[in-house]
T-cell receptor, first 115, second 113 residues
């Protein structure tokens, strides 16, 4: 079974802090994604990566950056956390192919609260 | 704009009754359509997807979905609901020219014992 893990289930940070969210997958997937999930808005794509050191902006990249130094690990970085970044963050990965047409495997999510 | 819509935020159904969670799409061409489920405090899990061919797609946990091109719908169905089916359900589609899926806003299903 594919396993996608996220470093934290719950995080509480203060405004202005730098926040790192880590995601690791164990199936040698090429494509990895970061979403945020908010009530009434569904999932919105922040960034995705289709290979090591490659990244593409999603629909809402402002205020975020990402890092993919190793194939299995995809990090989401909030350079200076703000209260409007309080959300549930979900990481996903897919098998090789066009990312949009492959089944996505999700991690358990990180619920971030920015005070 | 290409998208999917889930017209119901909340669906309640009695245990043992058939359930339907609705999804419509407005994707040009031949869309790939997905259903994912999210149980409380968990990530999303894949249920099923439509690629091409048979319009009735069978998935995990006894769920199925019917692709209806004339109505641009992809409703999720199950003949007999279980309390354990209570969860948040997301419809998603691919987007021409994009590398990611577009997710609907989700429908919360509550199965009443």
């Amino acid at each position: 079974d594919v396993k996608v893990t996220q470093s934290s289930r719950y995080l509480v940070k203060r405004t202005g802090e730098k926040v790192f969210l880590e995601c690791v997958q164990d199936m040698d997937h090429e494509n990895m994604f970061w979403y945020r999930q908010d009530p009434g808005l569904g999932l919105r794509l922040i960034y995705f990566s289709y290979d090591v050191k490659m990244k593409e902006k999603g629909d809402i990249p402002e205020g975020y950056s990402v890092s993919r130094e190793k194939k299995e690990r995809f990090s989401l970085i909030l350079e200076s956390a703000s209260t409007n970044q309080t959300s549930m963050y979900l990481c996903a990965s897919t098998e090789p192919g066009t990312g949009r047409r492959e089944t996505q495997y999700f991690g358990p999510g990180t619920r971030l609260l920015v005070l | 704009a290409q998208s999917v819509a889930q017209p119901e935020d909340q669906v309640n159904v009695a245990e043992g009754n058939p359930l339907t969670v609705k999804c419509t799409y407005s994707v040009s061409g031949n869309p790939y359509l997905f259903w994912y489920v999210q149980y409380p405090n968990r990530g999303l899990q894949f249920l099923l997807k439509y690629i091409t061919g048979d319009n009735l797609v069978k998935g995990s946990y006894g769920f199925e979905a019917e692709f209806n091109k004339s109505q641009t719908s992809f409703h999720l169905k199950k003949p007999s609901a279980l309390v354990s089916d209570s969860a948040l359900y997301f419809c998603a589609s691919d987007q021409t020219g994009a590398n990611n899926l577009f997710f609907g806003t989700g429908t919360r299903l509550t199965v009443i014992p």
